[in-house]
């Protein structure tokens, strides 16, 4: 009996030394976390500051000028000076058509104009001859003199009806000449010598050449909404082509449509291309770079520090130990920074990885760690 009490006395003191040394343990580890603290959610202050990056959309290049040529007037192709690919410049004739009913036509509207001015000549040496002799009193009557004007501007006025006829017969036939109304380059040519062309001929739905001008070209480019505060007359953009990949070009930025495309919703933007040595072509698909740079004074902050909820766009602002969420609108991004607009002030302290997991006006666990 008296060896089991000793067994029993001996067990609770080491249960009891045990315990002793879990409480120091405890003790030790409550007064290390007292000291050092809880480390909160990664942070920084927020400064002015300026963001300058670039946008790459598509665009297209188009001929600057571009017309398809047709013939005015019924006739045949006669003969065709140039094909496609020929470089021609303004007032250059192109082709030659025929049309025999106007050659038929000229030489009857140049004998309607003789027959027309003989009377008129008449007429008029008429009236003169008798308004002078009326100047004797009793001579030539106030009526035959009236008559005799009358017949002169009835005659004029046929002579210069006749006239008229010529002159559109003669405006026709120089329609049988096709020229180029700009420099530039054949790119089509839809008939051969013999065709049947003209306004309601058959052949004619079709123009007798393209005609674009090259050595100028537009560059056509949709901006998007967000982004066309950045561009501006005269401002200049650099691009690039498939076809030229090692070869850079620029553009001055010439034409803003001022409205957007109710589809797109963006704005149709035109730039002016110099193209000397012919090496870009109308069609081409050009990657445009557009420059963005923030706006004076403007707040930039790391993308992460944005918070895209299903409520709106947020930072979330550290002040007197808890969150705030702030609502806010962003401008330009790239670099990994984006320009933000809000109720936001110089030296607030933010979230650098902003997330939902921090709810608005919750209590920070310790003190951020402000980068």
């Not at 930025?253 to 001022?258: D, M, Q």
């Not at 149709?268 to 012919?278: C, F, I, L, Y």
Request: net charge positive; with cysteine.
């Amino acid at each position: 009996m008296k060896r089991t009490n000793c067994s029993i006395t001996l067990l609770s003191l080491c249960i009891a030394l045990a315990l002793q040394a879990c409480g120091h343990g405890n003790a030790g580890e409550n007064r290390d976390r007292a000291t050092t603290g809880i480390d909160g959610p990664e942070a920084f202050i927020v400064k002015r500051d300026s963001l300058s990056s670039s946008i790459r959309i598509p665009g297209e290049l188009k001929a600057y000028q571009e017309v398809d040529l047709y013939a005015k007037v019924n006739s045949f192709i006669k003969t065709l000076k140039v094909d496609i690919g020929s470089e021609v410049k303004a007032g250059q004739l192109l082709a030659v058509l025929d049309a025999p009913e106007i050659n038929s036509q000229l030489a009857a509207a140049e004998s309607r104009l003789k027959s027309q001015e003989a009377p008129y000549i008449s007429s008029k040496a008429t009236y003169e001859r008798l308004l002078e002799t009326s100047k004797t009193p009793g001579t030539v009557s106030r009526n035959d003199l009236d008559i005799a004007f009358a017949k002169q501007e009835s005659d004029l006025a046929q002579f210069e009806a006749a006239k008229a006829n010529l002159r559109e017969i003669i405006a026709n036939r120089n329609y049988l000449e096709i020229k180029a109304p700009f420099d530039g380059v054949i790119t089509a040519r839809n008939v051969s010598p013999g065709a049947y062309v003209g306004p309601s001929g058959r052949g004619s739905e079709l123009p007798i050449f393209t005609l674009r001008e090259q050595k100028n070209l537009r560059l056509v480019v949709n901006v998007p909404e967000g982004y066309i505060s950045y561009l501006s007359r005269e401002n200049t953009v650099a691009f690039t082509v498939k076809a030229l990949p090692n070869r850079h070009f620029e553009a001055k930025v010439s034409r803003l449509a001022g409205a957007l495309d109710n589809r797109l919703r963006s704005q149709r933007t035109e730039m002016d291309v110099r193209n000397t040595d012919g090496a870009l072509l109308p069609g081409m698909v050009a990657e445009v770079s557009i420059p963005i740079k923030s706006r004076p004074g403007s707040f930039v902050i790391p993308s992460s520090a944005v918070l895209n909820s299903t409520e709106g766009m947020y930072i979330i602002k550290i002040s007197g130990g808890k969150t705030i969420w702030v609502p806010i609108t962003v401008g330009g991004n790239g670099t990994g920074k984006t320009e933000i607009f809000g109720d936001i002030r110089e030296k607030d302290t933010l979230i650098l990885r902003a997330s939902e997991e921090f709810r608005d006006q919750a209590g920070i666990a310790g003190s951020p760690i402000v980068k």
